[in-house]
């Protein structure tokens, strides 16, 4: 840690050093705020929480998603019509505290509507809405000196994402300005392109384990429960996204059966984390009896 | 052209250059004041290094030089000459103006000069496929024609609103052999092609090398697309001085991204007596909302990888832009410019989609000339500065391109059908 991350605790460093200390693997569902409308978001946040996310990945819709794929790009154009708004999606953070208080949120989006409405009033207004963190998929390592310190006096913690191509002096300086926990992109491409490569997915996570103490979270790949599994194996975290996001897709009129699908989907994934983390953790036992 | 060749004949060196805002841009993180750097998805971080290098250390090969000029001159048939336009500098009835003519170079438009030196480029990476976005076409056609030339696999993003507007550059990429790929996603226009790029060149960025058709996206991109258009600023600087004896008092270029414009401005920035005009897609009126102006009406943001003037909304969602011409329909600009604004170097101003027609059908009935749609607007301000100014001056106008691609869209404004 450093002088640019919070100083003070916030649900989010709270989560993962409880997480840590359990033994257990963060479930981190993404979902696009306003698809398909916006009152429906606060409901599926409730709805994530109740399946058994630890934390939230709240996306700030933008009209020029330019690393994410169809699936997301389709649900920022539904919020869109609604002229969902980075202010709204805020005042959605704060209705979902009105009834939980404990689950972490982190805003995930482009730069631009942020610097429009101003960094030190975006800050300001998420930290009184109960934001946690905030990952800007634009702002690279090199901006970023320009907008942490902003951030961090919010206490919000700026979560980084680290890539495939980023080499280990990159890793290092990122390092330096994250927050929160790491973004691993899981490959090449934009969100729920591919699948992910998880033999490879150890050997490529290592070098950040030895450039900070932050928490791994891996995403962009996670489409069912054996790839939760195999990514809990390794990584501290476990981002669903364009799956989640494609449930709501197929289910635009009825809010209801998007929310069971919700439901349904992530508490899967959930179930297998949790059999990965009690088999790690058998194991470990052995290993520390025969030790 | 060579490098010893002196950019500034009519400047003494050792006079004492002022130490001028622009002098030291971009800076190494690419920044133009405030404007330009690099705001992309880490996974393009590594290639835009790896970009970078390559091109630092292209500028320092004469070979690399060497093999740029032999192309300029046998391939797009550089130098392009000025041309002096009589009779339209008679009709305006004030400033005597020049045309470069860029419209002469192959393919029809300045786009080729970055394209044969960023497709030079991808070669010596050992890349193999070329992607780009195009709006208008050109920059499309000029990249699948160098990737024909050079054998390089070539996919070009287009909005499928564009390709509809572009029917025949279209057919023409497909004839040079690259595929044209519809964007359907947001406006479905040349921001979205551009984003589509985006996207797939952080799929495949071992093999990919992205020709970026302007002066735009992070850097290094706006500072290796004005290097490789200030041909035409050096060019015709030179032939100004050879031809009248003096520099022009004016410059005058549209702007979409803004590479023909910042390509016949750069070389003039030192040259204090030279006024420099970029004219934006004013489309219905700025006061109408419908245009693309975002020097004229826009405001500071982030886009397409880096920071400068957008057309965009109070939430920061960028806006839909409008502009007869589909080359200028861009909702963002080169960070260059934004900064050449801002320190007051450069002025910017605006002309509508009827003044760019009634100065497209007179520059071709009188001189013969038929301009792309996109110059248009240059001559509409051009023939407007002028009457304001004496004969003994003069104005160069980059023409940046030639309008055999805009028939169909003329012909729609006068109600035709060809
Ligand atoms: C002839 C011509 N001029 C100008 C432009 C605008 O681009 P830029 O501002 O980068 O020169 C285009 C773009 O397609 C063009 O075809």
Redesign the pocket.
């Known amino acids: 840690m450093n002088a640019s991350t919070p100083s003070a605790d916030n649900r989010l460093t709270q989560r993962f050093a409880q997480l840590r200390k359990a033994g257990r693997t963060a479930l981190i569902p993404y979902l696009t705020a306003g698809d398909p409308y916006p009152d429906a978001t606060v409901d599926f946040m409730h709805t994530l929480v109740a399946a058994g996310a630890d934390v939230i990945e709240l996306g700030v819709p933008f009209t020029d998603p330019m690393a994410d794929g169809p699936v997301i790009q389709a649900a920022c154009e539904r919020a869109l019509v609604h002229g969902t708004s980075l202010r709204d999606v805020i005042t959605m953070v704060a209705r979902f505290r009105e009834d939980d208080a404990e689950t972490p949120v982190v805003l995930m989006g482009y730069y631009n509507p942020i610097d429009r409405l101003g960094l030190e009033s975006f800050a300001d207004k998420a930290q009184t809405a109960g934001v946690d963190g905030v990952l800007i998929v634009d702002l690279t390592a090199e901006e970023a000196p320009e907008v942490v310190p902003s951030l961090a006096a919010a206490n919000l913690s700026p979560v980084c994402l680290i890539a495939p191509t980023t080499g280990e002096a990159r890793i290092k300086l990122i390092c330096e300005n994250a927050g929160g926990y790491i973004y691993y992109v899981s490959f090449k491409g934009v969100t729920g392109a591919a699948s992910l490569d998880t033999d490879a997915l150890a050997g490529q996570i290592e070098p950040i384990r030895r450039a900070t103490d932050l928490p791994i979270g891996v995403g962009f790949g996670v489409r069912t429960p054996d790839n939760a599994a195999a990514v809990a194996d390794v990584a501290d975290g476990v981002v669903v996204g364009s799956v989640l996001v494609g449930q709501i897709a197929a289910h635009l009129n009825d809010v209801g059966a998007a929310q069971s699908a919700l439901s349904k989907t992530l508490g899967a994934m959930r179930a297998a984390i949790d059999t990965q983390d009690s088999s790690r953790k058998a194991g470990q036992k052995q290993e520390g009896e025969h030790a | 052209m060579s490098t010893t060749e002196n950019m500034n004949p009519t400047i003494d060196p050792a006079a004492g250059l002022k130490a001028h805002a622009w002098r030291d841009t971009p800076d190494v993180r690419g920044h133009f004041g405030p404007y330009g750097g690099r705001f992309v998805a880490e996974t393009l971080m590594a290639p835009l290094d790896e970009l970078a290098t390559a091109y630092a250390e292209a500028q320092q090969d004469p070979a690399f030089k060497a093999k740029l000029d032999a192309d300029m001159a046998d391939f797009v048939g550089r130098p392009t000459p000025i041309y002096h336009a009589e009779r339209l500098s008679k009709k305006a009835g004030g400033a005597q103006i020049w045309f470069k003519r860029e419209d002469l170079n192959h393919t029809g438009?300045?786009?080729i000069n970055n394209c044969i030196g960023q497709a030079m480029l991808a070669v010596r990476m050992g890349k193999t496929r070329i992607i780009a976005e195009t709006?208008?076409g050109?920059?499309g056609v000029a990249t699948a024609t160098v990737a024909a030339r050079l054998g390089l696999t070539c996919v070009v993003f287009m909005g499928s609103e564009d390709m509809r507007r572009q029917a025949t550059n279209v057919y023409r990429m497909r004839l040079l052999g690259a595929e044209v790929r519809p964007v359907e996603s947001g406006s479905k226009t040349l921001k979205d092609a551009m984003n589509e790029a985006l996207r797939d060149w952080v799929a495949n960025v071992d093999n990919t090398f992205y020709i970026i058709?302007?002066?735009a996206g992070p850097a290094p991109y706006p500072a290796m697309v004005r290097d490789f258009q200030a041909v035409i600023g050096r060019e015709s600087r030179r032939q100004m001085l050879e031809r009248s004896g003096k520099l022009p008092d004016a410059l005058v270029a549209?702007?979409?991204?803004?590479?023909?414009?910042i390509g016949l401005f750069y070389p003039f920035l030192d040259d204090e007596s030279v006024k420099i005009y970029g004219v934006e897609a004013g489309g219905d009126g700025i006061e109408s909302g419908r245009h693309a102006a975002p020097l004229s009406a826009g405001v500071s943001g982030v886009l397409h990888g880096n920071r400068t003037y957008l057309m965009q909304d109070d939430n920061g969602q960028i806006m839909g832009t409008h502009s007869v011409s589909?080359?200028?329909d861009y909702p963002g600009v080169g960070p260059e410019h934004a900064w050449l604004k801002d320190i007051g170097r450069a002025e910017y101003v605006s002309v509508t989609d009827q003044e760019a027609l009634a100065a497209f059908h007179e520059c071709t009935r009188i001189e013969g000339v038929i301009p792309?749609l996109?110059?248009a607007h240059a001559v509409a301000y051009a023939q407007r500065l002028a009457a304001t100014m004496s004969p003994e001056q003069s104005i160069l106008l980059n023409l940046?391109?030639r309008g055999d691609k805009d028939m169909g869209s003329v012909a729609e404004a006068a109600g035709e059908t060809l």
């Open positions: 438009a300045h786009k709006g208008a050109q920059h058709g302007t002066v549209c702007v979409g991204g803004g590479s023909n414009a589909a080359g200028l792309a996109e110059t940046s391109g």
